[in-house]
Structure formats: structure tokens, C-alpha cells
């Protein structure tokens, strides 16, 4: 972990409704917070919920103004879904990470007007276009933990182990321990440690 | 001292601000993006403020006006459409006032993004002559709603407080202040003349109210949330609520920018000292141009040679919410010289699945509209759906909603069609939470003049859209007390309805028959689907396809639209992080393909 701590980070986190985006975004600024920064964010939250496109943006440092991250600005993506990672690549930065989770949601409208898709074109695109991605197999992950719910967790720890958020692996597993569920806790820590080791 | 930070959404700001102010009496109806100050309150209340969620904004308004009356500080809350239900007691209230402070926080949603309208509650505050408060970030937000109670009392007056969903969803870091002393309420005091509206008293406080909002004008050029940043060159930028954080973030040099915090009143005095000196001021503004207006009446009056630029002469967008992508765009335009426009990034991408708002896999709703649908195969019928998660009804494959216009107009849509086409069966649907705030005098309309509609009262036991609140049909308060639950069914039978049938929506069989029993009847037919919303409830089982048994029929999916349900290299599959056993899908498919899960797999 790099101890020169950079002066602003912009982390952009983007899913599908119900994957559990907000939790995640709730633990980097609290993290950003306890380490000592101001945070600014936002989410998105209301109709969009129900299996819409929804996005965390959160920015953490000094001089920042808009809750939402201006494009080509984010340092990071942890995207819970390969297209929406493709959606938002407008906002990553030249040289920027992205964390993405391979498994492909599929709208109900795509099994409906066959315009269908499979995720992996998602994931081959993001390689010809990131230089530093990260690539997850969060099914597994979840699978191994026995809880469909962790996803979010996994992705966290596989974008500290990383190296690009600012905030180290005690600093978020603490955010853990007092903003999530206590009885889950010991489930988040192993996706969370899983998460950080089986990236592809 | 250490100084205490919290990440708050601007929500939760407002909701600390007035509970730091000493609010003691906190009503409103849910409504994104508005309802987590409420929750907030709730979530924070020491047993010293009476948090409610009323039956809707009308009620909330008038139970806040009380609370004023009686001295106390009362904070109401809504969605900017909200305030046009509660606008009766508004604007009557506007002419009578207060003596508690009384602060109205209407939430506007540019875009809009969950919302009917793009509204500007500004504009309510120019059309009922009351203050009202922009905060441009939650921070801002934190204190101002401390600072809206304080003019409020000061000038008698409820005021408006209107945040954007950017600063109402946006999160923080807030430095936390200590509580302000507030004096108890001091009760009410009887006195006819001021709470009594007659036409004399209204014309004696209309121009008291007009002399007033001269006063507070030119206390607004004062107050330090409007300001002014002097910067270099001829051109200023004026601007408020949350563009003035996009344009901050923007502007890298000196360029004068005028923040506007109090739209109305207008701070005319600071806007006049902005102004001088300008040649062109670029407006940037969500939703109405109310500072361009403003800012041209100014130029007028004083004949000053500024140009104003905004929505009006099409230099800035005119719908829509304002980005930093879209003021940087403007600004380029504006100072080309000072703000450079973003690279044209002409990105190479791929086709992206499109992905509408559905209902939830397991939703009671898809299995209600489903049978509804089933029932009227090959039959004229028209389905006037209203606003909830059964608003997604209307997506195919389901396409079960004709009409949408506002809350509780289902009930009076469907009469209004009905009488111009008779041979028509026209189905209204309503959730419980809809039909507590304003359906239940559409029903009363339809009974009292005999027009045949059928009713539908999806009746899932929450406010579920909103994100789950409790409403009088649920037999909790927002206090946390259990309360006598109100039976719709019990409603409906006092209103004089004789033919009401309850049915399990996710029983198919009985689902339909209801559905058949009332079809051909006359008058006004209810059909009460009751099952929970999914998301106050536990999943019992769950269902997969039997592969051997499956033949890629894809009926499941053509008919029902569960987003359980997708297609893998060709096979049909449960998502199982997804399913929640509702077992609609296992009752429609014609190879019986699909079962429980059972306890070993």
C-alpha cells in the first residue's frame, strides 16, 4: 500500500438496481472520512432502484464541489456489471483503474426483443480500452462465502488489494465493522479477503 | 474541542438542521427525492418531536400550520408535486401566516428523474409570495434550515425550503454545531382576526405581505448565502442550488459569479452591484429561468446595458438537469477564453442493453396485472394504473397501463373514459398507500354517480416505491406505536360498494376468478390482491426449471417479464440471487417445467 496519500480520488461505482452499489459506496467515504478527508458524494436512489442503471459517484479530498464526478475524472470504476462498466468508461480517467465483475445481468427486455448479450464482448472491450483492470469472478466468490448478497464486499476488497483507492485494507474492513450488519460481519470479512486474492 | 464530521446525505442534513433549530412537529408524505428527511427525524427524535407521516401533503400542511399556530416550530416535508396537493392550504396560509416558525420543504427533481414534472417550487414562491430558501450543497442545507425557521418566526410567515435531488441524494462531510436555544411554544392564543381568513383580513395582509417582501429583499442582499465572488472581465455568471457547485467546479480563474440563495425575494440591492460594471451575465439555473427573469426585471427598472444569457435566449439548456459536463459546455461557450470545453471524446463503444425500471422478481403486482390480463383476453378494456411501483406495469410484456397522470387519478380516469365509451371495462388500479392519500374520493365519485368502473386495490402492505413506509392501513405510525390498522375493504363497504372481492394475487386460479366474477357487473366492482411487497416479507421457497422437462417454450418470459427469468446458451434459467418464489412463473408454464427447490439442492 502506497503510505503517499494523493491529494483528491474520484471512485465512481456503477451496477444495476439491488446489487448493493450504495452499501459500498456508503463504506469508501466513511473510510475517506476516518482517514481524515472530506468526502462528497452521490447516489442514485427512486425508480432506478428496480433493475435500472444506478451510479455512486464519490470524491474525496479538498476543493471538490459537484456530488457527481465530472467525465474523464474518476481514478477508479468498480463496476458490478461489464456493461455498465463500458457505460460509465466516459468518466474514467487516461490511465484510470477499473474493478469489474464478469457476470453479465441481463435486462428482462434483452430475453424479450432477443437482443441479447453475454457480458464476455463487455469484457473484451474493457480490455482493448483499460490499461489497469481488474476482472472478478464474484459468482465464485459468493458461491464460496454461501451468501449472493456479498458481491458488493468482494468487489471492495479486490479494489484495495489494488492499490488504487486511497484507504488500506484495515481502514475499510474497520468501515465494516461499524457501518455494516454485526452478525454479517464475519461473511463480509472472508468475501472481502476472497474478493482481494481471486481477481483473474 | 474536536470538531465532530458526519457523511450526510442532504436529507439527513436538513433533517439535523431543523431538529438542531428545534422542530417539534415534523408531517409529510413520502415522495423521491424527499422522504428521507422524515425518516431521519424519526430516526433521531428524542421523544420531543411529533414525527408523522400523513395520509398525504394536504393533510401534512394543515397538521404543520396547526403546530405554527400554536407556536411551535413545524417542519413539512414533500416532493415538488406533493406541494401541488397541499397548495389549497398553501396559499391561504401565505395570507394568514404564523407564529411558530413553520418551514416547507418542497423537493424538486430536475431531469426529472423520479418524477411527473419538472416543476419549480421557485415559482410557488413567487405565486404565494413566500420566501424561499436554494441550498446549493448539504452543508449549506444543514445551516440554512436553522436560518429559514429563524426569518419564518421573525416575519410570521411559513417559508419554502427547496432542495434538488442532487443536494437531497448528494453526501457530505458536515461539521455538526451545536443546538440553537429555542423558547417553548407558547400555546395558541385566540385571537379571530388573525386566524380567521376572511376577504377583509386577506386584503389587509395582501398588502402588508407585498410591503414585507420589499423588506425582505433588501434583508436578502444582506443575508450571506446570496454572494457575490468578484472576479476579473466584463462577463459574470449568476447562478443557485447545485449548479453553483458545477460552476465551481468548472471555473479554474476570476470570473465574478453571484450565488443566489434566497430566489425569492430577490436580493435585488446585491444583484444591482453585481450587474454594474457587467456587460453579459450568463445564467445557469435548473428547471424555470427565475434568476434570468429576475435579473432582466432588474436590467429593466435601473436601465442598466447588461445582457442576461440563459434559457431564455437558448444559451443554456432549457429542460433537464444542468452537469458539470453541460455547464463546462456552456461556459466554453461563454468565456472561451477561460474555460477550455472538454476534449470531444468521439469513444469507440458497443450497443448497451437498455435497462427500464422493472418490478422486482416475486412482485404480487406482475401476478395481479397478469391475471387481469388473463381474464380480459379478447375483451375492450382499458387499465388506468396511478403512481407507485405498479406504475411499471406498463412495461411489456405485461403493458397493463393505459394512463398514469397523478396520485389517486386512476380511480376518476377510468370514469371519464367509461362514460364517452360504455362498452368499455375500465380498470383502475391503486396501491394502498395511493388509495389512503387520495383515492378514496374518486370511489365516492364513481358510487355517487353511477358510473361502471372496477376498481383494483393492490393492496402489497407498504408505501414500496418511496422505499417502504408505513401508512394507515399498515397499524404502525412513524412514531413506532401500533395504531388501529384502517381496512380498505371496510372503506369501501361505507361507501356504499357492494361488490368487493379479495383474492390472493400469487394464486393464479383464484386470482382470475375474482377478476371473472366481477368483470361483467355493474356499478362500481372492487377487487382487493393482497400480498406483501417482497421487501417486508421472507422468501418462503424457490423455483428452478427442470431441464428435461423444459421446452425453450420461453412462455415464462414472453408472458410475465420476471427478471428471475433469462436465457443462457440457449437454456431458460432461474437466477436464484434473484428469485423469490412468488411461483407465478410454475403456474403458467404448459410443460410444468418448473418447481420448488427442494431442501437438497
Known amino acids: 500500500m502506497n503510505n503517499q496519500k494523493r491529494e483528491n480520488q474520484n471512485i465512481l461505482l456503477c451496477g444495476v438496481g439491488g446489487q448493493g452499489t450504495i452499501l459500498a459506496s456508503k463504506l469508501i467515504a466513511y473510510a475517506a472520512m476516518e482517514a481524515g478527508k472530506d468526502v462528497r458524494a452521490s447516489e442514485t436512489i427512486g425508480m432506478s432502484q428496480r433493475g435500472g442503471s444506478v451510479v455512486s459517484h464519490v470524491r474525496t479530498g ?28 466516459p468518466y474514467l480517467k487516461q490511465g ?38 481488474i476482472i472478478l469472478d464474484g459468482e465464485v466468490i459468493c458461491k464460496e462465502v454461501g451468501s449472493p448478497k456479498v458481491l458488493n464486499i468482494a468487489l ?39 474478493g482481494g486474492r481471486r481477481t483473474l | ?48 418531536i411529533h414525527v408523522e407521516w400523513s395520509v398525504n401533503e394536504k393533510a401534512a400542511m394543515e397538521v404543520g400550520a396547526g403546530a405554527a399556530y400554536a407556536g411551535a416550530r413545524s417542519l413539512v416535508t414533500m416532493k415538488q408535486v406533493g406541494l401541488n396537493v397541499a397548495s389549497d392550504p398553501l396559499m391561504s396560509l401565505a395570507y394568514v401566516g404564523v407564529k411558530g416558525g413553520m418551514v416547507i420543504v418542497s ?32 452543508e449549506e442545507a444543514y445551516e440554512m434550515i436553522g436560518e429559514a425557521f429563524a426569518y419564518s418566526e421573525k416575519y410570521s410567515t411559513p417559508v419554502l425550503f427547496r432542495p434538488t435531488t442532487r443536494v437531497c441524494h448528494g ?162 461557450k461563454f468565456i472561451p477564453e477561460k474555460v477550455e470545453d472538454a476534449a470531444n471524446h468521439s469513444m469507440e463503444t458497443l450497443q448497451l442493453p437498455i435497462r427500464p425500471p422493472v418490478l422486482c422478481a416475486g412482485c404480487p403486482h406482475r401476478a395481479s396485472f397478469y391475471a387481469v390480463k388473463k381474464a380480459m383476453r379478447g375483451r375492450k378494456a382499458v387499465f388506468s394504473g396511478d403512481i407507485g411501483c405498479y406504475t411499471l406495469g406498463n412495461a411489456k410484456p405485461l403493458d397493463m397501463c393505459d394512463t398514469c397522470l397523478c396520485m389517486g387519478a386512476d380511480v376518476t380516469i377510468a370514469q371519464g373514459l367509461h362514460i364517452i365509451e360504455p362498452d368499455t371495462t375500465n380498470f383502475s388500479f391503486i396501491g ?30 407498504t408505501t414500496a416505491m418511496t422505499g417502504h413506509q408505513p401508512h394507515p392501513g399498515t397499524g404502525m405510525t412513524m412514531m413506532g406505536d401500533v395504531a388501529a390498522k384502517i381496512r380498505i375493504d371496510k372503506i369501501l363497504e361505507g361507501i356504499g360498494v357492494a361488490d368487493i372481492v379479495k383474492a390472493n394475487p400469487l394464486n393464479l386460479e383464484e386470482a382470475v376468478a375474482a377478476v371473472e366474477k366481477v368483470r361483467d357487473e355493474k356499478g362500481v366492482r372492487v377487487i382487493i390482491f393482497q400480498a406483501p411487497c417482497i421487501a417486508v416479507t421472507k422468501p418462503k421457497t424457490q423455483y428452478r426449471i427442470q431441464e428435461e422437462k423444459c421446452t425453450k417454450c420461453q412462455v415464462c418470459i414472453k408472458q410475465i417479464g420476471c427478471p428471475a427469468i433469462t436465457i443462457n446458451d440457449g437454456r431458460v434459467e432461474i437466477e436464484k440471487s434473484l428469485c423469490f418464489g412468488c411461483g407465478l412463473c410454475s403456474q403458467i408454464c404448459p410443460g410444468k417445467a418448473i418447481g420448488e427447490v427442494t431442501d437438497h439442492e
Not at chain 2, 178 to 191: C, M, Q, R, T, V
Not at chain 2, 439 to 457: E, F, K, S
Open chain 1, 62 to 89: 479538498t476543493d471538490i464541489y459537484s456530488p457527481l464526478i465530472p467525465y474523464q475524472k474518476a481514478d477508479v470504476i468498480i463496476a458490478f456489471e461489464p456493461a455498465e462498466a463500458v457505460r460509465c468508461l
Open chain 1, 96 to 133: 484510470g483503474t477499473v474493478v469489474v465483475n464478469q457476470k453479465a445481468v441481463k435486462p428482462t427486455t434483452a430475453a424479450l426483443t432477443g437482443q441479447d448479450y453475454e457480458g464476455k464482448e463487455m469484457i473484451h472491450f474493457l480490455q482493448s480500452q483499460v490499461t489497469n483492470l
Open chain 1, 156 to 194: 471492495l476488497g479486490a479494489a484495495i488489494a489494488s492499490g488504487a483507492l486511497d484507504i488500506t485494507e484495515e481502514e475499510m474492513l474497520d468501515a465494516l465493522k461499524k457501518n455494516g450488519k454485526e452478525k454479517f460481519f464475519a461473511l463480509n470479512q472472508k468475501a472481502f479477503e476472497l
Open chain 2, 1 to 48: 474541542m474536536s470538531v465532530e464530521k458526519k457523511i450526510l446525505m442532504g436529507n439527513e442534513a436538513i433533517a439535523l438542521g431543523a431538529i438542531r433549530a428545534g422542530v417539534r412537529m415534523a408531517a409529510g408524505y413520502p415522495g423521491t427525492p424527499s422522504t428521507e428527511i422524515l425518516e431521519t427525524i424519526a430516526k433521531e427524535n428524542d421523544g420531543s
Open chain 2, 107 to 138: 423537493a424538486d427533481d430536475p431531469g426529472p428523474i423520479s418524477s411527473q414534472t419538472e416543476q419549480d417550487t421557485r415559482l410557488f414562491g413567487q405565486f404565494s409570495k413566500l420566501p424561499v430558501f436554494d441550498p446549493s450543497s448539504p
Open chain 2, 171 to 332: 453526501r457530505a462531510s458536515v461539521t455538526m454545531l451545536p443546538d440553537l436555544e429555542i423558547a417553548e411554544p407558547e400555546g395558541f392564543i385566540k385571537d379571530t382576526q388573525r386566524w380567521v381568513i376572511f376577504p377583509r383580513l386577506s386584503y389587509q395582509n395582501h398588502i402588508k405581505i407585498e410591503d414585507r417582501n420589499v423588506e425582505l429583499s433588501n434583508v436578502f442582499s444582506a443575508y450571506p448565502r446570496n454572494l457575490i465572488e468578484k472576479g476579473d472581465g466584463r462577463k459574470g455568471i449568476a447562478t443557485g442550488g447545485v449548479s453553483y457547485a458545477y460552476v465551481k467546479e468548472v471555473l479554474q480563474s476570476d470570473v465574478s459569479v453571484l450565488k443566489v440563495g434566497t430566489p425569492h425575494p430577490f436580493p435585488e440591492k446585491l444583484a444591482l452591484e453585481f450587474l454594474k460594471g457587467l456587460d453579459e451575465v450568463l445564467v445557469i439555473e435548473e428547471l424555470e429561468p427565475v434568476i434570468e427573469r429576475a435579473l432582466l426585471v432588474i436590467v429593466g427598472k435601473y436601465h442598466l446595458n447588461t445582457v442576461i444569457l440563459g434559457k431564455l435566449t437558448r444559451d443554456t439548456k432549457i429542460a433537464g438537469e444542468n452537469s458539470v459536463e453541460s455547464v463546462r459546455a456552456d461556459l466554453a
Open chain 2, 432 to 461: 394502498d398507500s395511493t388509495f389512503f392519500a387520495s383515492g378514496i374520493t374518486g370511489v365516492v365519485n364513481a358510487v355517487y354517480n353511477q358510473t361502471d368502473i372496477v376498481l383494483v386495490v393492490l393492496d402489497n402492505s
